[in-house]
C-alpha cells in the first residue's frame, strides 16, 4: 500500500499565523488560523511591522496547537512547506526561518509555496474530485487574476489587475462608507440591505486584465457629494458592479481556452454576492467550484495542499530559500 504524505504547511504572508497538517494534499488533519484582525483593526489596515512582531510571538504555540489537533509528532511528519511569497517581507520571513529550523532540526523536505498556488490548491480540498485544467479566479486583498490552471504546478496568468486588486477596493469602499477594516466583509452585509441601482464605471480592456481604481473612486466621489446617500445602496451598487466585471472578463476566458471550469479563490471569493452570481453560471452549462468559506481567506491547510502537489512534482527548496514579496505564479 502506497504510504500516506502528511505535509505541515505553515502561512504568514499577512496577518493570519497559520500551521496545518494535511494528508495527501485534500485531507485536512488541522488547520489552526491565529489571525491579528482585532490588532490591526484600530489602525485601519495591516501594519507590516506589528504583523511580524505577532507572527513570531504566535508561531511556535500556534505550531504545537496544530501537531496536537491532528494528533501527530514531528517525527510523522514528510514535508514542510511554508508560504515564501508574495506578501509582506518581515511576516513572511517569521514563517519561512521557523519552516527551515524545522527542517534543519528535524531532517525533513522543505518546499516553499507560493501564496497564490495555495490560494487555487483550497479548492482541492473542498472537492476531492477536483482536478486541472481548470480557470481560477483568484480575488484577494493583495491579488486579482485570472489563470490556467494547466496542472498542479503549472499555471498561466490570462489577465490581472493593472491598479487596485478587487480586495483592496473593497476596504476602501468600506472605509469610505465608515465601516472600518476588514472591509469586505463589511461591505458584503451591508449590501444585502441595498438596491444596487446606482449606476457605477467599469473599465474594459481588449484582453483579460481588470482595473478597480474608477470604480473606487466614483465611490469615494459619490460618498463625498451626496452626504446622505443611501449607504447599502452604494455598497449593493460597487459589489454588483464589480460582480459583473469579473463574470465578463470569466466568459471571455472560458471563450480563449474552451475549459468551462471555474474555481474560485482567495478573500474575496468568501463574498456572498459574488458566489451567488456566479453559481448562476451553472445554468450556462459552466462547472463552478468554490472553495468552502473558511478556506477563502489566508489558511495553512490551503498551502500544505499546494506543497504536497509541490513534493510529488519533485520541488525541493534548501536553506538558502529567501522569502519573495513579489513572487510571480
Ligand atoms: O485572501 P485574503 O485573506 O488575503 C490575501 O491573500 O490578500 O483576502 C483578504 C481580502 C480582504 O481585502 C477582505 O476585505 C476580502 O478579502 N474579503 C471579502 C470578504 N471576506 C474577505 N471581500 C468581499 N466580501 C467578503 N465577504
Redesign the pocket.
Known sequence: MKKDIITLGIES??D?TSVALVKNGRKILSNVIDTQIPIHEKYGGVVPEIASRNHIEAISRVTKKALLEANITFNDIDVIAPTYGPGLVGALLVGLSYAKALSFAINKPLVGVN?IQG?IAANYITYKELEPPFICVMT????TQIIYVKDYTEFEVLGKTRDD?I??A??KV?RVVGLGY????K??KLASEGKPEIKLPKTHFDNLDFSFSGIKTAVINLNHNNPNINKADLCASFQKTVTEILIENVEKAINQTKINTIALA???S???Y?RKEFKKLEEKNIKIYMPDLKL???NAGMIASAGYYNYISGKRDNLELNAIPNLKL
Open positions: 504572508s499577512c493570519e501564496h490560494h484577494s486583498g493583495g491579488n486588486a480586495g483592496e473593497f476596504d468600506a476588514p472591509g469586505g466583509p461591505v458584503d482567495g478573500g474575496v468568501a463574498n456572498s459574488i477563502c481567506t489566508d
